[in-house]
């Protein structure tokens, strides 16, 4: 039994060394590579251009939702009918909304320029 299973083995081993593809030597690694990023849907676009991106994104999106706490704030005041807790609440979220704006627009500030100082040391810029 063990006789048997040890053959078995050996010829699965054995036909496994045939099935091995070729390694392409001939192929340079850049043609390789351009050739897989195509082949997979990636861009030529330089990574630190993405992270840019993404930054610019997000912080656009933070500064779009600070705006729109704003404006709720500001339609809770118009329909606060002269209630003082009304009034107090909506305040309080138009207080809100402007600081985060500004914490937005100050991150927007300090992240370009991180973002430009790197690009210019790193001689992406």
Known sequence: MKQKLFVAAAIMIFCSLFAITPALAE???????????????????????????????????????????????????????GSEDKVAEARKMITAGV?????????????NFVINQLLEVTNAG
Request: hydrophobic share 60%; charged share 10%.
């Open 27 to 81: 192929l340079n690694e850049s043609d390789l590579g351009v050739e897989y990023a195509s082949n997979v849907g990636l861009g030529n676009e330089d990574p630190r251009n993405i992270v840019v991106s993404i930054v610019q994104v997000i912080l656009t999106f933070l500064a779009i939702v600070a705006v729109i706490i704003i404006l709720i704030g500001g339609f809770k005041w118009m329909t606060a009918g």
């Open 99 to 111: 600081i985060g704006l500004a914490i937005v627009l100050g991150a927007f500030a300090i992240a």
